[in-house]
């Protein structure tokens, strides 16, 4: 029933009106998100002030840097939003800058799930080694893959696809 009511609520938005709440959705999202990146990349930050760190390989020390270099750009991307929210505040939301905002939260979740699986590696690899760190990577980069982008985009699917503008009663 509240479903319902939802839907004919936003049948009835404006254009304007709908860009403002799907703006608000994205950000609302990305407040979610953004703690867990903000935990990861200061564990990262710490890494190379302990002191096993100069015991690495050359080879663990490049993954590392690969891996924090993906966590800043995941947290890039997901802040972007939000950053340019404040810096064009006031100015005209557009179809635009909503779909770019969305291009940028799905780019920075990509970087952020090769981010984990990287820190995944990386871990798993120093205390049980190469095999165990493989598989423990594949398996967490599986996994975010199916429940981050696999499980909705079947929906999608089933759903009667993707279309640029995709009618309130296809959303959910």
Not at 124 to 139: D, K, M, N, P, Q
């Amino acid at each position: 029933m509240a479903q319902q009511a939802e839907r004919g609520h936003e049948e009835r938005e404006e254009p304007r009106e709908r860009r403002i709440r799907e703006l608000s959705e994205l950000l609302q999202e990305l407040r979610v998100i953004l703690p867990g990146v903000q935990v990861l990349f200061a564990f990262l930050l710490t890494v190379p002030f302990s002191a096993r760190f100069t015991e690495l390989t050359r080879f663990e020390h490049y993954l590392y840097f690969g891996v924090l270099l993906f966590v800043t750009g995941a947290t890039g991307f997901l802040t972007a939003p939000s950053a340019h929210h404040r810096v064009l505040w006031r100015r005209s939301l557009g179809e635009k800058r909503l779909r770019q905002g969305n291009r940028f939260a799905i780019l920075g979740l990509v970087l952020l799930a090769i981010s984990l699986a990287g820190a995944v590696f990386l871990i798993s690899e120093i205390l049980f080694g190469y095999l165990v760190g493989t598989v423990a990577c594949a398996l967490g980069a599986a996994f975010l893959a199916w429940v981050w982008f696999g499980i909705p985009l079947l929906r999608g699917i089933r759903a009667g696809g993707f279309s640029r503008d995709i009618r309130p009663e296809h959303r959910r």
